[in-house]
Structures are given as structure tokens and as C-alpha cells.
């Protein structure tokens, strides 16, 4: 399915990144709570690849191990958001007398900005992780159920579904037999995007304070701390910077080239459009 080359280099980085914040307990050089007040603030180096930050911790370490928590908020939200917002999607879409009502609920959420909305839910239920994976997944699982019912009411109208009402199958038959297998296309594709809001959303709320407690590393935090030094240690926020700018572009390609493969059309039209 990914065939262009950049498609492929996006999967790559995402398992590299991946595959290093699961397997970092076995090969860092350092803790990434080691403090070494000697080496406040010294620039990259041999022993030091990132630098170290304002307590002599290592930088490279911390943002190794920062990846677990954003990568694990990340795909918590993106599941459940995707299970939620599909649910609803469907059950808007296939019983019109309940549409108006979900629809309405659905568009009270999206009345809020996801950053503003989730803010709010974290400063009012506390600073955790389970806390931000809720917060979170209430703001993004709108989207996705706006995607899936549109994808329905188009499905619903095709005549093999028609033909299984007449025979007698039961609504659990054609939602999940019929309707759900031949919306997955945008679904999945909507679902990566949603984990590269929520990797963005959870460094957002880290740096603004009311993310997960401050001695657990994480992207957000990190660039939080560092921002006093960005003029004489810029290293510090440097690399986490690229470590989010990285991972999200990745997962950010990774969904475009999902969507051109599930829809060659929309691919035809974007080359047409360059070409123009």
C-alpha cells in the first residue's frame, strides 16, 4: 500500500522511534535521572550526544524516554478516539432518529478548540497521564465520529445495502457486515492523524504546566525547562523539538499516503494540481 519512498521513510522513523523508547531501559548511556551538576549545561559531545540539561542530566536519554509517554498517549488516544468516534459515527448514521440528538452533542464538543477543550479538562480533573488520555480523547473523538457518520450516510445509499434490507438481515448485520468493512479507508487514515494531534496536544499541555508530573520526561516538559536557556544552551530544546517535529511529520506523510492509496482519485487530482 505505501509505494512512494517517502511514505516509507515515515514508517521507518516511526518504528525507529518506537522501537528505541521500548528498548531504551537496555542500552542508555545514562538514567535520565542522573544529576550531575559538574556537567550543567555542557554542550554535545562524545559522552554526551544531546548535551545535558540545567541539573547535568542527559538530554539524549530523557528524550529517548519522553518518546514512551508520547507515543503511549499518542495511541491510547487514537484508539480510543477511533472506537468512540466510530460508534457514534455509526449509529448517527444509520438511525436518523437518533442523528439530531448525537449530532447536536457531537457539535457541542467541536464548538471548542481541541487545545482549549482538552486544557480545560486537565486543569479541572488533575495533571496525569489517564487524566490527559481522557481529556484528550474527548476532544479528538468528535472528529473522527463526524468522519465515520458522513462515510455511512454515503455507504447506506449503495444498493447491495439495500438488497440486505430486503432480505431480512438485522441492523447489527449490515452495520458491522456491510457498512463498517467498506468505511475503514477513512477511518484509519483519519486515526493517524489523530495520533499526531494528540503527540502535539499532550507536549502542549506538558509545557504549559498541567501535563504529567514534571519528574516523569517528556517532550512537553522538556522544552518547558529549556526555554530560559534557548540563548545560551540552545541544544536543550533543540532536540526535543525535532524529536515532536520528527515524529509528527512522519505520522502526518503516513496519513496522506494511506489516504492516496484508499483513494487513488484524490491522488490523481494532487498531481494534477502541481502539474497546474
Known sequence: MLT??????????LVLVALAAIT??????????????????TGPSSAHWFGTDDFGRDIFSRTIVAARVSLSVGVIVAVLSTVIGTVIGLISGYFRKVDFVLMRIIDGFLAFPALILALALVAAL??????????????????????????????????YIEAAQTTGSSHAVIIFKYILPNILSPVIVQSTFIFA?????????????????????????????????VTIAPWYSIFPGLAIVITVLALNLLGDGLRDSFNPHHAKRKRKTKLA
Open 24 to 41: 531504551a531501559s537496555s542500552w542508555l548511556p545514562f538514567s535520565p535521572a542522573a544529576i550531575s551538576p559538574e556537567q550543567r549545561l
Open 197 to 229: 494531534k494528540a503527540i502535539l496536544a499532550e507536549a502542549a499541555l506538558s509545557f504549559l504546566g498541567v501535563g504529567v508530573n514534571p519528574s516523569t520526561p517528556t517532550w512537553g516538559n522538556m522544552l518547558q525547562e529549556a526555554q530560559i536557556y
Open 126 to 159: 488533575g495533571g496525569s497521564i489517564t487524566n490527559i488520555i481522557i481529556a484528550l480523547t474527548l476532544a479528538f473523538f468528535p472528529v473522527m465520529a463526524r468522519v465515520v457518520r458522513s462515510a455511512t450516510l454515503q455507504v447506506k445509499n449503495q444498493s
Open 4 to 13: 512512494k519512498k517517502t511514505n516509507l521513510l515515515a514508517l521507518a522513523m
